[in-house]
């Protein structure tokens, strides 16, 4: 079954920092991933997509992630944080099971930005 | 372009009562998925639909039921509220059946039950 592990609930990064926000992926296929943030009392926005086109995949915001099959990880960063990126970070996989593809989701980070 | 809706906003519901949330997708997609997602944890995937028919279900209980109008449009039902449901109800839209696809998803319906 797929699943996806974030690793830390809670990440907290001084402005200009460099973000990084940890993600693993199980799969017995060549997943389709997803970085999704969330600001408080709204939706889910997505970030970036991976599709198995590149393996470094650019998004919006300064945002970008990597796929690396080896370690079944695709970890999100941003070189500078802003205080405007303070929100919950969401990573996901598409469930390939039954030809579905509904999402599913880690727990979820969430990004703390001080001054 | 409107992206996917959602109402109501907020709803106030009190045990054993039963609930309609409604979604409208992106103009021209034709599938609307369905997320519940309870207060710090990620979204948990309820019903797909896609050309109007169910596509896929997750592991929720026969209280929850969803369907999709001509339009596209969807709504979801849930009988018999219990106070675990109260979450943050999230419908996303996507082009296509959504292997692979994009899903954009609405501002959610935050549901409390009492």
């Known amino acids: 079954a797929q699943s996806v592990t974030q690793l830390g609930s809670h990440v907290s990064v001084s402005e200009g920092a460099l973000v990084l926000l940890r993600c693993n992926y199980s799969?017995?296929?060549?997943?389709?991933l997803f970085w999704y943030v969330q600001y408080p009392n709204q939706g889910l926005q997505l970030l970036l997509k991976y599709t198995s086109a590149a393996t470094l995949v650019k998004g919006i915001n300064g945002f970008e992630a990597e796929f690396k099959k080896s370690e079944t990880s695709f970890h999100l960063t941003k070189p500078s944080a802003h205080m405007s990126d303070a929100a919950e970070y969401f990573c996901?996989?598409?469930?390939?099971?039954?030809?579905?593809?509904?999402?599913?989701f880690g727990k979820g980070t969430k990004l703390s930005v001080k001054p | 372009d409107a992206g996917v809706t959602q109402s109501p906003t907020h709803l106030i519901k009190t045990r054993g009562q039963h609930v309609t949330l409604r979604c409208s997708p992106i103009s021209g997609h034709k599938s609307v998925s369905w997320y519940q997602q309870v207060l710090g944890q990620g979204p948990q995937f309820i019903f797909q639909y896609y050309e109007k028919e169910e596509r896929g279900r997750g592991n929720f209980p026969d209280r929850f039921s969803a369907r999709q109008f001509p339009n596209y449009s969807s709504e979801l039902n849930v009988n018999a509220l219990l106070l675990g449901d109260s979450a943050l109800y999230l419908c996303?839209?996507?082009?296509?059946?959504?292997?692979?696809?994009?899903?954009?998803f609405g501002p959610g319906t935050r549901l409390l039950v009492l």
């Open positions: 799969s017995s296929v060549p997943p389709y």
């Open positions: 996901a996989v598409s469930d390939l099971k039954g030809s579905q593809g509904n999402l599913i």
């Open positions: 996303a839209s996507s082009l296509l059946a959504p292997i692979g696809e994009t899903q954009y």
